[in-house]
C-alpha cells in the first residue's frame, strides 16, 4: 500500500527542511512551505541566502498553470563617483578551483527577498505570515548547531562575515569562525522576522529600514538610495518551457541565464550524451561542447553587463495537491554590511569584477541582474509533475542540472543514483572532474585539468523530488548537507 504524504521537501539544510515540514503539519500547501523554507534559510543557510539578497522561483498549482517569480536583485538606479566606494577583494579556495569577488558597500544591489516572499503568500499562500515566520523566529531566537558544510563555508568567508562588529558577535567566537558543533544566534534577526510576519515589508521598502540605509550610503562609499528600494517590485514570468524527449522542463528565463543554458545543454546532449561520460574521448568531445556553450553565455553575459555568483542554496518542496515549488536563492558571499538592529547582511552582487565584460562597476543601472539560478520542473506527457529539482553552485548550476536530468531521462537512472553520479564543468580554460568518471590522470586530454579525489560542494547540491505512481520520492545532494523530509 502506498503511504499518503501530505507532502515532500528537499534542501540544504535540516531546519530549513523542518520549517516547511511544519507548514504542511498545520495545513499549509507548498507554497507556505516554501515560504517558511525561505526564511528558515535566512537564519540557518546566512553563507548563502540572506533577507538582504534574492531568489527565482520557478512553480507548477494544483490545477497545472505554471509560472516563475523573479524576486531578484535589482542594480542601483543611478551610479556615482568613484573615489569614495567601498569596494574590497576577496578569494575564495577551493582546493583545486579558486574564486575571486568584491564585497563592501559598492557591491550591493537591492535585494528582492522580502519582496518576493510576500508575494508569494498573498498570491498562493494559505496561510497567516506570522505562523509561517514562526520556524525562522524560533531558530534566530534559540540557535541551532553549526553543521560541517556550513562550518567550512563561515570559514571561507570569514573575511566578510566578520567584517562589521556586528558581524562578529554573531559568526565568530574566539577570534575565529564558528566550528563544526557551534551554537549560532542571531537575536536580531529574530526580532527583525517576528515584526515582518506582524507588520509586513513596507518598513523594509518604503519606511525606516529603507532610510537608514540610503542614510549610511549617502558619504557615497555604495550607490543604493531609497527610491531604489520604493521602486523594486517581483516579476511574474510565464518562464521558458523546453522540450526534450517526451518532457516538458520549465525553468527562468531572461534575466536567468541558466535558464537557457539548460535547454541548450539538453539539445546538444543528444549528439554526445552526458551520461555515457566514462572514456577520455566522450569526455574531450563533451568539454569542447561546454566550451562553445560557455562562449555563448559570455556573449550574453556581456550584453546585459551584469554578475553571476556562487553562494547559492536550492530546495525543492511538493504538496499532496500537486502544488510544486523550486526556490534557488542568493546572497552571493554577502557585502559584509549588516543593516543596523536587524542583523541581517545584505548582498555583494555587484561584485565579480572577473565577469564584468567592461570593467568594474560596469553595470547597467536599474535592470534585474542576470543569473544562472536555474529552478526546474520537469513535466511528463500527461502534464503531470515528473521533477522538482535545482542547485546552488554559480556558473556551474545548469550544466550541473543537465548532467543530472541526462541520467534521470535518457539513463532512466534512480533520483538517488543521478544526483549522485559524478560531474565535471569546464570554466576559464580548466576541466574539472569529480573521479569516478574513469578520467585517466596520466593520460590528460585537455590542457588544463582539476581532479576532485571525491564529490565536492564545487558542483552545487541538487535536491530534488520525483513524483512517481502517486508517491512523492526526495533526494538531497550530500555534496551541501542535503536532507529531506516527508509529512
Not at 134 to 152: C, D, I, L, Q, T
Not at 167 to 182: F, M, N, T, W
Not at 383 to 391: A, D, P, T, W
Not at 404 to 428: G, Q
Request: charged fraction near 25%; include cysteine.
Amino acid at each position: 500500500m502506498i503511504k499518503k504524504t501530505k507532502g515532500t521537501i528537499a534542501s540544504g539544510n535540516p531546519y530549513t527542511a523542518e520549517a516547511a515540514a511544519i507548514m504542511l503539519r498545520e495545513g499549509g500547501n507548498a507554497f507556505d512551505a516554501a515560504v517558511a523554507a525561505l526564511f528558515a534559510a535566512t537564519v540557518c543557510e546566512p553563507a548563502a541566502v540572506s533577507i538582504g539578497g534574492g531568489a527565482f522561483m520557478t512553480a507548477t498549482t494544483a490545477d497545472k498553470q505554471d509560472f516563475v517569480l523573479d524576486f531578484f536583485c535589482q542594480t542601483p538606479g543611478k551610479k556615482i563617483p568613484f573615489k569614495d566606494l567601498e569596494d574590497l577583494l576577496f578569494e575564495v579556495d577551493f582546493g583545486p578551483a579558486q574564486e575571486s569577488y568584491r564585497y563592501g558597500k559598492a557591491s550591493i544591489a537591492v535585494p528582492g527577498v522580502l519582496a518576493g516572499a510576500f508575494e508569494m503568500i498573498e498570491r498562493w499562500g494559505s496561510l497567516p505570515m506570522d505562523l509561517i515566520v514562526a520556524p525562522a523566529v524560533s531558530y534566530a531566537r534559540e540557535g541551532y548547531p553549526v553543521g560541517k558544510f556550513m562550518a567550512n563555508y563561515l570559514r571561507f568567508l570569514d573575511p566578510i562575515l566578520s567584517k562589521q562588529q556586528s558581524g562578529r558577535d554573531i559568526y565568530r567566537q574566539k577570534d575565529q569562525s564558528l566550528p563544526e558543533g557551534a551554537t549560532l544566534r542571531n537575536g536580531a534577526l529574530a526580532d527583525f522576522i517576528q515584526f515582518l510576519g506582524k507588520d509586513g515589508c513596507d518598513e523594509f521598502y518604503r519606511g525606516e529600514i529603507a532610510s537608514k540605509i540610503a542614510e549610511d550610503f549617502m558619504d557615497g562609499s555604495g550607490f543604493l538610495t531609497r527610491r531604489d528600494f520604493e521602486k523594486y517590485e517581483p516579476i511574474l514570468q510565464k518562464g521558458s518551457s523546453i522540450y526534450y524527449q517526451q518532457h516538458e522542463v520549465i525553468t527562468p528565463t531572461i534575466p536567468s541565464f541558466g535558464g537557457m543554458l539548460l535547454g541548450k545543454e539538453l539539445e546538444a546532449s543528444l549528439e554526445a550524451p552526458m551520461y555515457r561520460m566514462r572514456k577520455k574521448e566522450e569526455l574531450h568531445k563533451i568539454a569542447h561542447r561546454y566550451h562553445d556553450l560557455l562562449e555563448e553565455r559570455e556573449q550574453a553575459l556581456a550584453k546585459w553587463h551584469a554578475a553571476k555568483w556562487s553562494g547559492t542554496t536550492h530546495f525543492s518542496v511538493m504538496d499532496e495537491h500537486g502544488n510544486a515549488v523550486a526556490i534557488t536563492g542568493s546572497n552571493g558571499e554577502g557585502s559584509g554590511y549588516m543593516i543596523p538592529g536587524t542583523g541581517v547582511m545584505l548582498n555583494n552582487m555587484l561584485g565579480e569584477p572577473s565577469l564584468l565584460p567592461a570593467g568594474d562597476h560596469s553595470w547597467k543601472e536599474n535592470i534585474r541582474l542576470a543569473s544562472m539560478m536555474a529552478p526546474t520542473i520537469v513535466k511528463d506527457d500527461r502534464n503531470e509533475v515528473r521533477f522538482v529539482l535545482g542547485s546552488g553552485g554559480a556558473s556551474r548550476i545548469p550544466f550541473i542540472l543537465a548532467q543530472v536530468l541526462h541520467h534521470l531521462i535518457d539513463d532512466k537512472r534512480s533520483l538517488e543514483e543521478a544526483i549522485m553520479a559524478p560531474r565535471m564543468h569546464l570554466e576559464n580554460d580548466t576541466i574539472h572532474i569529480e573521479l569516478g568518471l574513469e578520467a585517466d590522470k596520466e593520460g590528460a586530454y585537455w590542457e588544463k585539468m582539476a581532479f576532485f579525489e571525491e564529490p565536492s560542494f564545487f558542483f552545487g547540491g541538487v535536491h530534488a523530488i520525483e513524483q512517481r505512481k502517486g508517491r512523492l520520492i526526495g533526494f538531497a545532494d550530500p555534496r551541501r548537507d542535503g536532507v529531506v523530509v516527508e509529512v
